[in-house]
DNA sequence: CGGTAGAATATTTTT
DNA sequence: TATTCTACCG
């Protein structure tokens, strides 16, 4: 255990040691800025500073635990992983229940995420019988999110006079009202959103003196990541707990915030130094991460941005190659020649997978990528998207645990009072709604009361209701059971897998499928030592969606917004579908704000690659259900042409005739790793040839042996019997498998 | 109440 | 296009 600063150059040394008081680390892309913050934690522990007493807000949880791990190993301190280390919204989640008392919810409270949000949102729309196309619910809850974000909370919009006549002339002059009344049910549901855990923190320490200073004296030292990217009420909080010992060390680079969207302010970075008298500022602008080509032209492009902190980032390896502008005839060629591009450097040049990612402005653009790679049967990953706690069949399974641990959330009892169906329908779950309205009370206190007698429904439906009361009481008993026996017992009083299976389509069996790995995802949560209960799982879930089961080893192309790929880095970064429309977005062009954080996404984009960047875009895309035609986007005649070259590629027809695809030179000569490229095997069905017996491996199950094989309607199904899962039916189409034998 | 067919809607990005 | 929502009939 000693100090070992020699790797780090002399202003990351100064930013590591400078420990007392502000101090503001502006950090470039490839500036080890992760190490930096690392080594500075580490060396508080060092210093004897009780881990207990460190407050470090990252912008993942999946950095934080990286983190947390490193800083163990450099300080070989077992107290390391008591620092209070996350992002703000499981940090203040942390603190909201324990406190949770105070501000009127118990320490059960659900999180409820954008999706719950919006429906409840909608219900009130309906509710009011309002306009569908004036008060469209995710325009409300995006402004009511919003307003949180910017500290203005329901009481304080009803009175703000400007607000109310503004929502006057937008003839929205409800929206005061439905923002009142879904705060309301968030409370009687006994839940928060996303916003809310940032929102009611500063609310609790505002009215708290106590509280407030209780934090105050445990959060000695307080670090921020990413500071660009923390909207007003995170930086209130900061200011909020950072106020008795002022030693609050901000990290961030103005030119990479780009969740504006979300209510980050890049101003909180710029006025930093207002704030606080004396800040100690720190540049790191070497790059060690990227080619000098690359760095220059990133540069380049970020020079026509205007509202920025002035820096010098520079880097001195080698000058590397040109950028590659790649252009196209259409989306589905983009995705077919740049999957062959990556196909064939693998397995002629003998790369690996994982040195490429693939970068997109939306998620939808992944689609074209992942069909030119299961064709070549190279292995790649979509990170985000669809997470999977947000798939509808786990969402259901989810919402039954969460009603298990808050019996008052309103929100999850709708979704599953009647899935499986049982016989409760629409008008029934309206009735018990009003009802329990009337009494200010939640659904499950109306139904779990003689108050259920006096829901006007059906005998029939009663005896529904009755029969859905038992079988809740008798899952609620299990509360303090362990995770895997509570979802066991769940599956087979709900019956939800047997429905499902009665109905074997193609989507069912891939929902009993996604439900069978939760199952195996909360047994093995249920094999922790602590930290086990089933509030711990839900906790975990809602607020970390990178559940990434840690297993590096694994070789793939990585398929991820930019958003995704902030903090990260490959060899080979390819940025598609670079067109004016869709990157920069409609949207943006015309406010030159939002135009910036777009050029600042490009930006973030070009610097995530170590050796070489790869730009395409595509004449024509297919959008809405229609193709669209689109032009290449300036962004790209922003960067100074010496650090680009560019590049057509010619086919006729789509089908890609070997004889018509050559390479057209448009600036110099091309140099691609690939020249020669070889006619593309055909076919889309999704049938493919195999074996009974054969052995496969699949990328959640493992190992296992092909039984049987339907190729009927088209739709290819196969019964595999896994080494560790047993038997699965598994549909080609969707499965991600490896032939083995 | 349940199921289905046809309509409506969405494509910016996420804790 | 893909998914989710709504209306209507059995």
Known sequence: MHNNFSQLNSEQKKAVTHTEGPVMIIAGPGSGKTRVITERIAHLIQLEIPPQ?????????????????????????????????????????????????????????????????????????KEFNLDKDMYNAKYVFARISFMKNNLVDSKQYNIDQDLIKQDLINKREEFKNI??????????????????????????????????????SIFKYILIDEYQDTNKVQDAIIKQIGRKYQNVCIVGDDSQSIYSFRGANINNMLNFKMFYKS???????????????????????????????????????????????????????????????????????????????????????S?????????????????????????????????????IINNNDNESLIRII???????????????????????????????????????????????LTDFVQMMKKLLQLIDNNVFEIIEELIILTNI????????TDENINRVNNIGELVNSMKMFAERKKNNTLLDFINEVSLDESKDDEKTSQD???????????????????????ETGLFPSQKSIQESRLLEEERRLFYVAITRAINQVIVSHAKNRFRFGTITQSEKSFFIDEINPLFIEELTYKSKSISLNKKNQEWKKIKTPPKLENRNLRKITKGISHIIDLNINQ?????????????????????????????????????????????IS
């Not at 092909?706 to 499965?735: M, Y």
């Open 695 to 739: 052995k496969i491996i699949h990328n959640i199950f493992g190992e296992g042996i092909i039984k049987k094989i339907d190729n009927s309607n088209g739709n290819q199904k196969i019964t595999v019997l896994f080494v560790k899962n047993g038997e699965k039916v598994l549909l080609t189409k969707f499965a991600k498998f490896k032939i």
């Open 53 to 125: 007493n460190i407050l470090a807000l990252t912008f993942t949880n999946k950095a934080a635990k990286a983190m947390k791990n490193r800083i163990h190993k450099i300080t070989e301190n077992a107290n390391a992983f008591s620092i209070w280390m996350g992002t703000f919204h499981s940090i203040f989640a942390k603190i909201l229940r324990k406190e949770s008392h105070i501000m009127g919810y118990t320490p059960y409270f659900t999180i409820y995420d954008n999706e719950d949000s919006v429906k409840i949102i909608r219900r009130i729309i």
């Open 418 to 464: 009647n899935y499986p169906t049982r016989g409760i329908g629409p008008t029934t779950i309206e009735r018990i709604r009003k009802t329990s309205e009337k009494k200010n009370q939640s659904m499950w206190q109306t139904l779990n009361s003689p108050l259920i007698e006096e829901i006007n429904v059906q005998k029939k439906t009663k005896n529904h």
């Open 179 to 216: 923002y009142t009344k879904y705060c309301n049910e968030c409370h009687t549901s006994n839940a928060m959103d996303f916003d809310d855990l940032l929102l009611k923190t500063h609310e609790l320490f505002k009215q708290n003196k106590n509280i407030l200073e209780y934090y105050q």
């Open 367 to 403: 689609k074209v990528l992942e069909d030119g790679l299961r064709k070549r049967e190279i292995n790649y990953k979509i990170f985000g998207g669809l997470s999977f706690y947000q798939r509808k069949e786990i969402k259901d399974v989810m919402a039954y645990l969460k009603l």
């Open 556 to 578: 793939y192309v990585s398929l991820m917004t930019i958003h995704q790929s902030k903090g990260l880095e490959f060899p080979y970064i390819y940025i598609v579908g670079l």
């Open 497 to 504: 897998i047997q429905k499902l299976k009665e109905d074997p």
């Open 279 to 365: 800040v100690k500022e720190f540049k790191l602008e070497q790059n060690y991460r990227s080619t000098q080509n690359i760095v220059n032209a990133a540069n380049s492009l970020i020079a026509h941005n205007k509202n920025k902190i002035e820096k010098t980032i520079f880097s001195e390896n080698e000058n590397g190659n040109k950028i590659k502008i790649l252009k196209y005839a259409n989306d589905r060629e983009e995705g077919d020649q740049i999957s062959d591009i990556i196909a064939k450097n693998i397995v002629k040049n003998k790369k690996k997978a994982s040195e490429y990612a693939i970068l997109y402005r939306t998620n939808s653009q």
